[in-house]
């Protein structure tokens, strides 16, 4: 496997669950720190790269040599890219022997790009059984959680101007932003004045117990993981049509109806619910193997 993520090693819970569905599970690091990609030269069944750019275009030549089958994964909005990056991604797409990707919106792209692609869908595997397990907490107010890193993809600064004009229909209600970043400065100064917590990185679970409301603001989501907390947790989401939102079952609006969607749940208060069968890890395990 050919990955850019340099804690996929062992140790980690996602390697360990994709090692225990093969005999032997090889990765190769490319990304910042490492110029140069350690290739190990013997053979193997299967070379997967982790994205279809250039990890998927060195995966393609490696599986000349050294495997008779290309997997190639795809963990991200192809739709983001500029065009000249998803024609390079077709390239490998359309090499690859079987191509994995992690919702059914990203196996629509693939099949825009080269429709006799084989795809399987198999999404991030989360371990949902926590938060079903989650135990609405009766509160007083409105509470609307945002969850995500303090980065411009996530672009939390939407939040504070959704909240803003949230807080126009319901004055009582409160937004809590549920992590870290870069940005955490500047989201502080725009909130100054309002109702908006910043209480850092932690287990969400605590926090959904309290919420009426999920919002995301993302400007694209390769899955949406905090999504299909939520909705496990039986929060509705509002979002844009970002990553499996709407597969998941959130209420997928345009950008400028976010603070509407979000007043109308707040004001109803229907109990979110999560549509798409999210794989046990065993199952997760067996079908990951079938992808390959």
Request: proline content about 7%.
């Amino acid at each position: 496997m050919i990955t850019g993520d340099r804690q996929f090693k062992p140790g980690n819970p996602r390697f360990e669950l994709q090692k225990s569905a093969v005999g032997e599970l090889t990765v190769v690091y490319w990304g910042p720190g490492a110029l140069i990609p350690r290739i190990p030269w013997k053979r193997f069944d299967v070379i997967t790269a982790q994205d279809p750019f250039w990890r998927g275009h060195l995966a393609w030549h490696l599986s000349w040599f050294l495997a008779p089958r290309l997997n190639i994964q795809v963990h991200t909005d192809l739709s983001s890219y500029p065009v000249w990056k998803r024609l390079f991604a077709r390239l490998q797409l359309g090499r690859a022997d079987s191509v994995r990707v992690v919702s059914e919106k990203i196996k629509q792209q693939v099949h825009d790009m080269v429709p006799n692609a084989a795809v399987s869908v198999l999404p991030v595997f989360i371990d949902i059984s926590k938060f079903q397990s989650a135990v609405r907490t009766p509160h007083t107010g409105k509470y609307i959680l945002w969850i995500g890193r303090f980065e411009e993809e996530k672009n939390p600064l939407e939040a504070i101007a959704v909240f803003r004009e949230v807080l126009k229909g319901e004055p009582s209600a409160k937004l809590v932003m549920l992590g870290r970043g870069s940005l955490q400065k500047i989201l502080v100064e725009h909130a100054a004045g309002l109702p908006v917590d910043f209480p850092g990185w932690h287990d969400p679970v605590t926090y959904l117990e309290t919420a009426d409301v999920v919002l995301c603001t993302s400007w694209h989501e390769s899955f949406g993981a905090s999504i299909i907390e939520a909705l496990a947790a039986g929060v509705p989401v509002v979002a844009p049509d970002v990553g499996a939102a709407r597969e998941a079952g959130a209420t997928v609006v345009p950008r400028n109806e976010l603070s509407t969607a979000i007043g109308t749940a707040l004001k109803y208060g229907a109990a979110g619910r999560l549509l798409m069968h999210m794989p046990t890890a065993e199952e997760w395990t067996n079908r990951w193997l079938q992808t390959l």
